[in-house]
């Protein structure tokens, strides 16, 4: 498409802390790819990788850390994260100092189930008002810097408190600025037809001029040229009569505004949405129906972003890529011999769902031909029933060998465990714990999460709904502006945490980390190179100064007959 110089807006978007620094910014990148064409300036900033707001992320858990029992620290960041986030929102809007340290100790002991003192508490407040006071000084710089006329932040759960501060600042000070928010945020906690929804609208009402709902580039496009109604507050596909984006060539993420050393992965993208129903996900009425890429497209974009950096002159090793696909069923066999039949070593990692498609080792091989280096298999549960309750359509025969297969082939296996589904028992949850034993060898990596209840958007929410009761005290909603869920079905919210802080000792016992730190994914990869003898390199090989890698191309033979018969799935 040829540029147009018609319009003049600057535009800047922007992401907020706190959201792990995985990937660049995808999204952002592709609207400003999209927009350009148009004749807009954008330019894109990330936050999430700058040094300043990292350390107060540091300082916050360590704090943290000191008042919480070891014991009960089982995934301690990641729940953490709910203390954080909701932290963040009571600083912005509380007025009575009392009641705002009385809160704080009740998140934590929402989440730890730990009462801690109140020198705790003080030190915890004195890092989030030191992180505000910087985060508003930067970013007003950056604004005045810019000048942009529209500022559009991507919003998570986890980003929506610094969303909601800087655009209020941005409002007060330069109130001629258009603001938009749009991004993951409505896909769970505050999902269209939620009472989160509802207050976001209303307490965002003198500085969020919009918000856009689902996929953004056609959306936004026909905001900024006036062609959705100005009276209007929010967008979905539904105001343009559920127009998508022609995948047919797209133009790939423009990454040119971002320091990708930052990050280790770069993006791949082969499809959007799920083909699939679990109970207690949300991607499908979120992202709409599920559409496939043309596979040599999808690789052609990832080859153009690897030669990008290389031509750039960036010594940044970007063999590494992350399928920001839903799931990769649907694709994975097509696209491994597209990248075998261009002979490109490029390495990539994604989600997976359990099928019988991973129960032939010889799939598991091609794929690992291909450079399939990481998987993640939401496993979710060792019990057949509590399989059964997710809707997940897979049973235990299937879940044993396709963690095998991957294995073998020398896949890093990445297992995502929910605990604390309704209806889990002790005796479902020790199956759990059993299936992760006896697979521990085969296992590279096991995470477990609290299964969580948002109030709307998830599978069988509605299922639920009547079960569902506030997590904090009703009085806290003029602090925290929105409200947590839980729900009163067996096993309840404080159970499901023990169990979890028992999974995690488990898988240390077992010697089975859930790596995050350099030191924790060295040690790891040690131990998947010694277990496996296929195994792929590890990650320290992918960092820079590094040359290219391509040991993926070798043949590789899987030993025997390993296809098991596919009248054990049968389920």
Known sequence: MTTTTANKEKILLVLLPYWAPILPPVGLARLKSFLQPHGYEVKIVDFIVKNEGLEYYYNYFDVLKRC??????????????????????????????????????????????????????????????????????????????????????????????????????????????????????????????????????????????????????????????????????????????????????????DFSDLNIQKYPYLPGTASFSCKYKCSFCNEVQFRGKYRKRDIKETVDEMVYLYNAVELNNVDSGHQLFFMTDSLLNPVI????????????????????????????????????????????????????KVLDLMHKGININQIKMAIKNFALAGIKTTTYWVIGHPGETEEDFQMTLDIIEELKNFIYQAECNPFLYHYCGQNSSDEWKDKRMLLYPENAKKILIFDSWTLDIEPLREIAYERMYR??????????????????????????????????????????????????LKERRPAGKCKVDDRAFNI
């Not at 990539?348 to 598991?364: I, S």
């Not at 060295?522 to 040991?551: C, G, H, T, Y």
């Open 68 to 253: 919480i029992p070891e014991q009960k620290r089982g995934n301690f960041k990641n729940i953490g994260h709910d203390v954080l986030r909701n932290h963040m929102m009571a600083h912005l809007h509380y007025k009575d100092e009392k009641e705002y340290c009385q809160l704080v100790k009740i998140l934590i002991s929402k989440t730890y189930y730990e009462i801690i003192d109140d020198s705790y508490v003080k030190e915890l407040n004195e890092v989030i008002a030191n992180y505000f006071r910087i985060l508003g000084k930067y970013f007003l710089f950056l604004v005045e810097f810019e000048e942009p006329d529209v500022l559009g932040a991507t919003v998570y759960r986890d980003t929506l408190a610094a969303a909601m501060f800087v655009l209020k600042l941005t409002r007060e000070k330069y109130p001629h600025i258009k603001t938009v928010i749009g991004g993951g945020l409505f896909a769970d906690s505050h999902m269209v037809g939620s009472p989160n929804f509802d207050a976001l609208l209303e307490v965002t009402r003198d500085y969020i001029d919009k918000i856009i709902i689902g996929e953004g580039e056609l959306l936004f496009l026909k905001y900024l040229k006036g062609e959705l109604p100005e009276n209007q507050r929010y967008f979905t596909s539904a105001d343009i009569n559920g127009e998508v984006l022609n995948l047919k060539n797209a133009a790939p993420p």
């Open 503 to 552: 999974f995690v000792e488990h898988c240390k016992k077992l010697n089975l980390l859930n790596p995050y730190t350099s030191k924790e994914i060295f040690d790891s990869d040690r131990r998947w190179q010694k277990l496996q003898k296929f195994a792929v390199p590890s990650l320290d090989k992918f960092s820079p100064p590094v040359n290219l890698i391509s040991e993926n």
């Open 333 to 384: 066999t097509d696209l491994a011999h597209e990248l075998i039949r261009k002979k490109m070593s490029l390495y990539y990692d994604g989600y997976y769902k359990v099928d019988n498609a991973a129960t032939d080792v010889n799939n598991t091989f091609l794929w690992r031909k291909s450079g399939l280096y990481r998987v993640r298999l939401g496993v979710e549960s060792g019990s057949q």
